[in-house]
C-alpha cells in the first residue's frame, strides 16, 4: 500500500453497510471525481472523464490516494474470504520446490544455469565446469534488495568465457541497467549503462566490448511514460564510462524504428536489425564487416516487408527465419555478395505446421515447430534435407535448443499442463534425448488430465482449446472453469506447467485455454485474422469458447470465469463489455482498455500493427466499437471483476487499468464486486518476486471460490 494517506480530494473510500444481509450487501467504491475531457476523432465526440487517472502514481498524490481508496477496498473485501488463508498456505507448498533452468554450454566448457530452491524471490545463477561438476553461485539477485524486487533481465557470455554482461530490472520497469560480470572471479566490474530498453548484447569476438541499444534518458518524471523513441546502437568497450560509448548506427530520420545488433559467431560480422516501430515482426536487415574497421554498415533487406530472423551464417552465406512467401515460415539463404532478392534460395520448405524457431548446432537446423499449438522439433541438413524428429514425452511444450554451430549437444525443456518442467540434454550427432532433470511438485500428475478440444466460432472457423482438470469429472453443467485467452501479436499458447493452475484444478476448477486467432497458432495468416478491422474475430473466438464449454455441460455461465493478461487484460474486458451475462466472474490484467490512447505511452506504439491507431479513420472506427473503457454502459450488471494492474508497469501504463476500474465502478448496477488489485513495485509481470507472485494468485483464486460459488479441496 502507498503510504500517503487518503486525502479530501473527491473522493473517500465507504466502507460496506453494516447490519444487511450478506446476499444483499453491495460494495461501495471510492467516489472518483469526473473531469469535462471531451476528444473530438473524425467527428466523433469521445468523453473521457477519467483522464486523470493517466497520471504518474509516483508523481501525482491525486492518483496515489485513489489507489490506496482502492485497494483498501479491496483487500477489505478479500479479508472476508474464508478460505483465503488455506488458498495462499496450499499454493505457497506447492512453489515450494526446485526450478532449475536448461544449462547454457559457454566458452571454457563451462555451463550457466538458474535455480530457484523454492521460495527465494528470484532464481540464483550458478556456474559448473562441467554438467557433473559441483555447482558455484555466479549471480544472486536476492542480495540485491531486501524485498526481491530487482530482477536478472539478461545474461549474455563473452565468447571466451571470462565476462558476461548482464541487465538488472527494478520493480518490473522495462528500463534495464546493464554491468560486467568477471566469470572468473564473481566480481562485478565497474562498466554501468542506463536507459537499456528491448535490449541484449553481443559481444565481439575478442570480448573486449559488445553492442547493445540504448534511448536517451527520459526528461524529468517521464522515465515511466513517454513514449520510446530514437533507440540506437551503441559500442561499449570494457573499461569505459557510457559516455565515452561509440554511436553504431541511429536513424534519426525515423524515431520510432527500433534498432539491435548481433554479432555473427565466427566474429565476422555485425547485423543490424531494423524494426519499423509498429511492430517486433518486420525488419530491414544490415551488415558490417567487423574485419574493416572503416567499412560501412550496408543494407541487406532494404524494406519492412517481412521478419528476417538471424539463424548463423557460413562465411558470406547467412541464413534466416523468414515468412517471405511462407506464412508459416521457412529457412531461407542470402549470399551477402549476391544480395539481390531473386538469389536468394530457400533451404528449409515451408511445412504444414507453423515454425517458430531455428538453431544451428552441428552443420544441422533444428526447427520448432507448432502442430496445433503444441511442440513438434524436426532436424533437417544443412541442404535443407530431413534427418530426424525429436521425440518429445507427449501433449506439450518443449524449448530451449540454444547454442553454437559447432556444438554436437544441446538442451531443452518439456513441460505441460500437468507436467512440471523437465530439462533433456540431446545428442545432435546420434538423435538421442537424455533426461537430466525432472521437477518434483508436491501433487499427483497421474491424477488429471490434459485434452484438446476443437470448436467453431461465430464465422466457422475451426478454434483448438486446451482442456485440463481432475479425472473422473462429471459433465453436469455445475464446474468452476477458468477460460484464458490472449489472441494477439503472433503470441501462441502451448500447454506449459503452472504451480497456480494445478493448485486451480486441485481445488476442482476445470482449466481451459483458447486459441484465438490473432496468435501465431497457425502462422502469419492467423495472425492477421484478429489484427487490426478484423481484432472482433478475436472476441468472437473466445465468447464462442465459453458458449461450447457451456454447451458440452463442463459448467454453465454463473460458474464460467475468464482470465487474460495484457492483450489478454483487452480481450477479457471486451467481452464482459460485450457478454456481460455469459461469465461468473472476470480477471482482467494489465489490459489495454483505453483503444483510443495506447500509442501515446511507452512501447504502445509497437502495437499499431495489430491494434491499428485511433489517427486512421477507419481503425477508429473499429477500436471504438470493441475498447473496453468506452464500452461500459450504464444500468449494467457487470459479473464480478478484479481488475489487476501494477504502479511500475510501463509496458502498459496502469492509466489503462485504472480508467477502467473508475468507468465500471461508476456504470455498474449490480450488488456483484467490481474490484481493482494494485501491486506496488512491480510491473507488467517478468522479475515479480515470488512473495508476490503467491500472493496475487491467493488473491485471485479466493475471489473466484467466493463469486463462482464452490466449496474448493484444499489438501491439509
Given at each position: 500500500?502507498?503510504?500517503?494517506?487518503?486525502?479530501?480530494?473527491?473522493?473517500?473510500?465507504?466502507?460496506?453497510?453494516?447490519?444487511?444481509?450478506?446476499?444483499?450487501?453491495?460494495?461501495?467504491?471510492?467516489?472518483?471525481?469526473?473531469?469535462?475531457?471531451?476528444?473530438?476523432?473524425?467527428?466523433?465526440?469521445?468523453?473521457?472523464?477519467?483522464?486523470?487517472?493517466?497520471?504518474?502514481?509516483?508523481?501525482?498524490?491525486?492518483?496515489?490516494?485513489?489507489?490506496?481508496?482502492?485497494?483498501?477496498?479491496?483487500?477489505?473485501?478479500?479479508?472476508?474470504?474464508?478460505?483465503?488463508?488455506?488458498?495462499?498456505?496450499?499454493?505457497?507448498?506447492?512453489?515450494?520446490?526446485?526450478?532449475?533452468?536448461?544449462?547454457?554450454?559457454?566458452?571454457?566448457?563451462?555451463?550457466?544455469?538458474?535455480?530457484?530452491?523454492?521460495?527465494?524471490?528470484?532464481?540464483?545463477?550458478?556456474?559448473?565446469?562441467?554438467?557433473?561438476?559441483?555447482?558455484?553461485?555466479?549471480?544472486?539477485?536476492?542480495?540485491?534488495?531486501?524485498?526481491?524486487?530487482?530482477?536478472?533481465?539478461?545474461?549474455?557470455?563473452?565468447?571466451?568465457?571470462?565476462?558476461?554482461?548482464?541487465?538488472?530490472?527494478?520493480?518490473?520497469?522495462?528500463?534495464?541497467?546493464?554491468?560486467?560480470?568477471?566469470?572468473?572471479?564473481?566480481?562485478?566490474?565497474?562498466?554501468?549503462?542506463?536507459?537499456?530498453?528491448?535490449?541484449?548484447?553481443?559481444?565481439?569476438?575478442?570480448?573486449?566490448?559488445?553492442?547493445?541499444?540504448?534511448?536517451?534518458?527520459?526528461?524529468?518524471?517521464?522515465?515511466?511514460?513517454?513514449?520510446?523513441?530514437?533507440?540506437?546502437?551503441?559500442?561499449?568497450?570494457?573499461?569505459?564510462?557510457?559516455?565515452?560509448?561509440?554511436?553504431?548506427?541511429?536513424?534519426?530520420?525515423?524515431?520510432?524504428?527500433?534498432?539491435?545488433?548481433?554479432?555473427?559467431?565466427?566474429?565476422?560480422?555485425?547485423?543490424?536489425?531494423?524494426?519499423?516501430?509498429?511492430?517486433?515482426?518486420?525488419?530491414?536487415?544490415?551488415?558490417?564487416?567487423?574485419?574493416?574497421?572503416?567499412?560501412?554498415?550496408?543494407?541487406?533487406?532494404?524494406?519492412?516487408?517481412?521478419?528476417?530472423?538471424?539463424?548463423?551464417?557460413?562465411?558470406?552465406?547467412?541464413?534466416?527465419?523468414?515468412e517471405t512467401g511462407s506464412p508459416k515460415g521457412s529457412v531461407i539463404a542470402i549470399d551477402i555478395r549476391k544480395p539481390a532478392k531473386e538469389n536468394w534460395k530457400t533451404v528449409v520448405a515451408e511445412a504444414k505446421e507453423t515454425l517458430g524457431g531455428v538453431s544451428f548446432l552441428s552443420g544441422t537446423f533444428v526447427c520448432s515447430y507448432m502442430q496445433d499449438a503444441r511442440s513438434v522439433v524436426k532436424v533437417?541438413?544443412?541442404?535443407?534435407?530431413?534427418?530426424?524428429?525429436?521425440?518429445?514425452?507427449?501433449?506439450?511444450?518443449?524449448?530451449?535448443?540454444?547454442?553454437?554451430?559447432?556444438?554436437?549437444?544441446?538442451?531443452?525443456?518439456?513441460?505441460?499442463?500437468?507436467?512440471?518442467?523437465?530439462?533433456?540434454?540431446?545428442?545432435?550427432?546420434?538423435?538421442?534425448?537424455?533426461?537430466?532433470?525432472?521437477?518434483?511438485?508436491?501433487?499427483?500428475?497421474?491424477?488429471?488430465?490434459?485434452?484438446?478440444?476443437?470448436?467453431?466460432?461465430?464465422?466457422?472457423?475451426?478454434?483448438?482449446?486446451?482442456?485440463?482438470?481432475?479425472?473422473?469429472?462429471?459433465?453436469?453443467?455445475?464446474?468452476?472453469?477458468?477460460?484464458?485467452?490472449?489472441?494477439?501479436?503472433?503470441?501462441?499458447?502451448?500447454?506449459?506447467?503452472?504451480?497456480?493452475?494445478?493448485?486451480?484444478?486441485?481445488?476442482?476448477?476445470?482449466?481451459?485455454?483458447?486459441?484465438?486467432?490473432?496468435?501465431?497458432?497457425?502462422?502469419?495468416?492467423?495472425?492477421?485474422?484478429?489484427?487490426?478491422?478484423?481484432?472482433?474475430?478475436?472476441?468472437?473466438?473466445?465468447?464462442?469458447?465459453?458458449?461450447?464449454?457451456?454447451?458440452?455441460?463442463?459448467?454453465?455461465?454463473?460458474?464460467?470465469?475468464?482470465?487474460?493478461?495484457?492483450?489478454?487484460?483487452?480481450?477479457?474486458?471486451?467481452?464482459?463489455?460485450?457478454?456481460?451475462?455469459?461469465?461468473?466472474?472476470?480477471?482482467?490484467?494489465?489490459?489495454?482498455?483505453?483503444?483510443?490512447?495506447?500509442?501515446?505511452?511507452?512501447?504502445?506504439?509497437?502495437?499499431?500493427?495489430?491494434?491499428?491507431?485511433?489517427?486512421?479513420?477507419?481503425?477508429?472506427?473499429?477500436?471504438?466499437?470493441?475498447?473496453?473503457?468506452?464500452?461500459?454502459?450504464?444500468?449494467?450488471?457487470?459479473?464480478?471483476?478484479?481488475?489487476?494492474?501494477?504502479?511500475?508497469?510501463?509496458?502498459?501504463?496502469?492509466?489503462?487499468?485504472?480508467?477502467?476500474?473508475?468507468?465500471?465502478?461508476?456504470?455498474?448496477?449490480?450488488?456483484?464486486?467490481?474490484?481493482?488489485?494494485?501491486?506496488?513495485?512491480?510491473?507488467?509481470?517478468?522479475?515479480?518476486?515470488?512473495?508476490?507472485?503467491?500472493?496475487?494468485?491467493?488473491?485471485?483464486?479466493?475471489?473466484?471460490?467466493?463469486?463462482?460459488?464452490?466449496?474448493?479441496?484444499?489438501?491439509?
Amino acid at each position: 500500500m502507498f503510504r500517503i494517506r487518503l486525502a479530501t480530494v473527491g473522493f473517500i473510500a465507504i466502507a460496506v453497510a453494516a447490519g444487511v444481509a450478506a446476499e444483499e450487501k453491495k460494495l461501495k467504491y471510492p467516489e472518483t471525481k469526473k473531469v469535462d475531457q471531451v476528444d473530438d476523432y473524425h467527428g466523433t465526440k469521445v468523453p473521457d472523464p477519467y483522464r486523470w487517472l493517466e497520471d504518474d502514481v509516483r508523481i501525482s498524490t491525486e492518483v496515489a490516494a485513489w489507489v490506496e481508496a482502492q485497494n483498501r477496498v479491496t483487500q477489505d473485501y478479500l479479508a472476508t474470504i474464508p478460505q483465503r488463508d488455506a488458498i495462499k498456505k496450499r499454493i505457497t507448498e506447492l512453489y515450494d520446490y526446485e526450478k532449475i533452468s536448461a544449462p547454457t554450454k559457454i566458452g571454457g566448457g563451462k555451463y550457466l544455469f538458474s535455480k530457484n530452491d523454492g521460495l527465494q524471490n528470484q532464481s540464483v545463477l550458478y556456474i559448473q565446469d562441467a554438467l557433473d561438476a559441483e555447482p558455484k553461485v555466479l549471480l544472486d539477485p536476492n542480495k540485491l534488495t531486501k524485498d526481491g524486487t530487482v530482477a536478472l533481465a539478461g545474461f549474455v557470455p563473452s565468447e571466451c568465457g571470462k565476462y558476461s554482461a548482464y541487465g538488472l530490472a527494478e520493480a518490473g520497469s522495462d528500463w534495464n541497467t546493464w554491468k560486467v560480470l568477471d566469470l572468473n572471479t564473481g566480481k562485478t566490474l565497474g562498466d554501468e549503462l542506463k536507459w537499456v530498453k528491448f535490449s541484449g548484447a553481443s559481444w565481439t569476438a575478442d570480448s573486449r566490448g559488445f553492442f547493445y541499444s540504448r534511448y536517451a534518458e527520459p526528461i524529468g518524471d517521464a522515465k515511466f511514460q513517454s513514449t520510446n523513441e530514437n533507440q540506437k546502437l551503441y559500442y561499449h568497450r570494457l573499461g569505459t564510462a557510457q559516455i565515452e560509448d561509440i554511436l553504431v548506427y541511429e536513424r534519426p530520420d525515423h524515431p520510432k524504428w527500433s534498432i539491435s545488433g548481433d554479432v555473427t559467431e565466427d566474429g565476422r560480422y555485425l547485423v543490424v536489425s531494423i524494426g519499423d516501430g509498429t511492430t517486433s515482426r518486420r525488419n530491414r536487415v544490415a551488415i558490417k564487416d567487423l574485419n574493416e574497421p572503416y567499412g560501412l554498415i550496408a543494407e541487406l533487406v532494404a524494406n519492412h516487408d517481412n521478419k528476417f530472423n538471424l539463424v548463423g551464417n557460413d562465411g558470406p552465406l547467412f541464413y534466416f527465419l523468414t515468412e517471405t512467401g511462407s506464412p508459416k515460415g521457412s529457412v531461407i539463404a542470402i549470399d551477402i555478395r549476391k544480395p539481390a532478392k531473386e538469389n536468394w534460395k530457400t533451404v528449409v520448405a515451408e511445412a504444414k505446421e507453423t515454425l517458430g524457431g531455428v538453431s544451428f548446432l552441428s552443420g544441422t537446423f533444428v526447427c520448432s515447430y507448432m502442430q496445433d499449438a503444441r511442440s513438434v522439433v524436426k532436424v533437417f541438413g544443412i541442404d535443407g534435407k530431413f534427418i530426424r524428429a525429436v521425440e518429445l514425452p507427449g501433449i506439450g511444450t518443449a524449448s530451449g535448443f540454444g547454442g553454437k554451430r559447432t556444438d554436437t549437444e544441446t538442451f531443452y525443456t518439456y513441460s505441460s499442463f500437468n507436467t512440471p518442467a523437465a530439462t533433456y540434454r540431446y545428442d545432435v550427432i546420434t538423435g538421442v534425448s537424455k533426461l537430466l532433470r525432472q521437477s518434483k511438485v508436491k501433487f499427483s500428475p497421474d491424477d488429471y488430465e490434459v485434452k484438446q478440444l476443437f470448436y467453431k466460432s461465430k464465422d466457422g472457423t475451426k478454434i483448438p482449446m486446451f482442456i485440463a482438470h481432475k479425472k473422473g469429472l462429471k459433465l453436469d453443467g455445475t464446474n468452476p472453469t477458468l477460460l484464458y485467452g490472449y489472441g494477439g501479436f503472433n503470441i501462441s499458447l502451448t500447454p506449459g506447467f503452472s504451480v497456480s493452475r494445478i493448485q486451480w484444478m486441485e481445488m476442482g476448477g476445470v482449466l481451459a485455454v483458447a486459441n484465438l486467432r490473432g496468435g501465431g497458432e497457425y502462422g502469419e495468416d492467423w495472425h492477421k485474422a484478429g489484427t487490426k478491422l478484423q481484432k472482433q474475430n478475436v472476441f468472437d473466438d473466445f465468447i464462442a469458447a465459453a458458449e461450447f464449454l457451456i454447451d458440452q455441460k463442463y459448467t454453465s455461465a454463473k460458474k464460467l470465469g475468464i482470465q487474460g493478461g495484457s492483450n489478454g487484460g483487452l480481450l477479457v474486458g471486451a467481452c464482459m463489455a460485450q457478454r456481460p451475462d455469459l461469465f461468473g466472474a472476470c480477471l482482467p490484467a494489465v489490459g489495454v482498455m483505453d483503444m483510443l490512447r495506447f500509442q501515446r505511452f511507452t512501447a504502445g506504439r509497437f502495437w499499431v500493427d495489430d491494434y491499428g491507431d485511433s489517427a486512421n479513420k477507419d481503425d477508429f472506427a473499429a477500436q471504438f466499437k470493441y475498447s473496453p473503457y468506452h464500452n461500459l454502459k450504464p444500468g449494467t450488471a457487470y459479473p464480478p471483476t478484479l481488475v489487476t494492474t501494477a504502479d511500475t508497469d510501463d509496458r502498459v501504463v496502469p492509466g489503462h487499468s485504472f480508467k477502467f476500474t473508475a468507468k465500471l465502478q461508476e456504470m455498474h448496477r449490480g450488488t456483484a464486486p467490481v474490484l481493482a488489485r494494485i501491486e506496488t513495485k512491480a510491473g507488467h509481470g517478468a522479475g515479480k518476486p515470488t512473495t508476490k507472485v503467491i500472493e496475487e494468485a491467493a488473491d485471485l483464486w479466493a475471489f473466484l471460490v467466493k463469486n463462482l460459488d464452490f466449496e474448493p479441496t484444499i489438501p491439509k
